[in-house]
């Protein structure tokens, strides 16, 4: 019989997992709840959150809202969002993660007790993430987004240099940007924060241990998350035999032929149940279904 395993370790963090509790709590009481962006990078977990009341809108539809209630996910939002909230009378379902939130009073007070014209917040970071436009917003839109090596050559080096990371960033890719800056700087007046969770930094160890004890890796991942690529490349380079799929409608037979032992996983951002109707389906492809 083919061992079929769901990692432990896998799915929701804090974050989405007490955003999505907010959601349900006032879903459940009213049936109906405005959300600004996708709540998880999920499109599963949206649907179903859907289907239970939840609409989900941007940032333009935003602005024309006056009167309703809206949750902010656990990425967070720039301080616009909310003074756009007071102007339209919008109550708040504030579902920011706090580690998120404790990054955003960071770097607000870094940029607030500093001259925007002698120091340089860097956020290493993915441009254009939800979570990174509300990093941004605390310096008024003058912080610098890097994520690669060439980014580096945006930076003002003839600036104090203060560096944060997006919380869902890896702790190597982190070390590695800030070497490389404190070396073009030469070391003088450059402080780096490692602002990473590690709650989400933690997987990487452990989904590289949970990839190698199997002979395939299902990554069950959202196509829209950021933390399910990187995690799903520390699979793929312990494990070649790993396969992103976002539901079971993408798994395929041949993938399944002469392995022993089958690995399911996931990102922050994937739901449980999720995992395990992939496994459920793999042991009925299999002729294991209980």
């Known amino acids: 019989m083919v061992k079929v395993e769901i990692d432990k370790n896998s799915g929701f963090c804090f974050g989405v997992v007490n955003a999505i509790k907010k959601a349900?709590?006032?879903?459940?009481?009213?049936?109906?709840?405005?959300?600004?962006?996708?709540?998880?990078?999920?499109?599963?977990?949206?649907?179903?959150?859907?289907?239970?009341?939840?609409?989900?809108?941007?940032?333009?539809?935003?602005?024309?809202?006056?009167?309703?209630?809206?949750?902010?996910?656990?990425?967070?939002?720039?301080?616009?969002?909310?003074?756009?909230?007071?102007?339209?009378?919008?109550?708040?379902?504030?579902?920011?993660?706090?580690?998120?939130?404790?990054?955003?009073?960071?770097?607000?007070?870094?940029?607030?007790?500093?001259?925007?014209?002698?120091?340089?917040?860097?956020i290493y970071g993915k441009l254009g993430h939800a979570e990174v436009n509300g990093l941004v917003g605390q310096t008024h839109g003058t912080a610098v987004v890097i994520e690669h090596a060439e980014d580096i050559k945006r930076i003002d080096f003839s600036k104090s240099i203060r560096l944060y990371s997006q919380t869902t960033k890896s702790v190597?890719?982190?070390?590695n940007m800030a070497h490389q800056i404190a070396e073009k700087k030469g070391g003088n007046d450059f402080e780096s924060f490692d602002t990473i969770c590690r709650q989400v930094a933690n997987r990487i160890p452990n989904i590289r241990n949970f990839a190698q004890q199997h002979d395939l890796i299902l990554f069950v991942c959202g196509k829209k998350s950021?933390?399910?690529?990187?995690?799903?490349?520390?699979?793929?380079?312990?494990?070649?035999?790993?396969?992103?799929?976002?539901?079971?409608?993408?798994?395929?037979?041949?993938?399944?032929?002469?392995?022993?032992?089958?690995?399911?996983?996931?990102?922050?951002?994937?739901?449980?149940?999720?995992?395990?109707?992939?496994?459920?389906?793999?042991?009925?492809?299999?002729?294991?279904?209980?």
């Open 24 to 122: 349900e709590e006032e879903l459940d009481k009213t049936g109906q709840l405005y959300c600004l962006g996708d709540i998880v990078h999920n499109s599963n977990e949206v649907e179903r959150l859907k289907a239970k009341g939840l609409i989900t809108i941007d940032h333009e539809q935003f602005k024309k809202l006056h009167h309703v209630k809206v949750l902010l996910r656990a990425h967070g939002e720039p301080p616009e969002t909310y003074r756009i909230a007071e102007k339209n009378d919008i109550e708040i379902i504030d579902a920011t993660c706090p580690v998120v939130l404790q990054l955003q009073r960071k770097i607000k007070q870094s940029f607030d007790n500093n001259e925007p014209d002698k120091t340089q917040i860097v």
């Open 226 to 290: 950021s933390n399910g690529k990187v995690l799903f490349e520390e699979c793929c380079q312990v494990n070649p035999e790993s396969r992103m799929v976002s539901d079971v409608s993408e798994i395929l037979p041949e993938w399944l032929e002469k392995k022993e032992s089958i690995g399911i996983c996931g990102a922050t951002s994937t739901p449980r149940w999720l995992m395990s109707e992939v496994a459920d389906y793999v042991k009925q492809m299999l002729g294991q279904d209980e």
């Open 172 to 175: 190597e890719g982190f070390s």
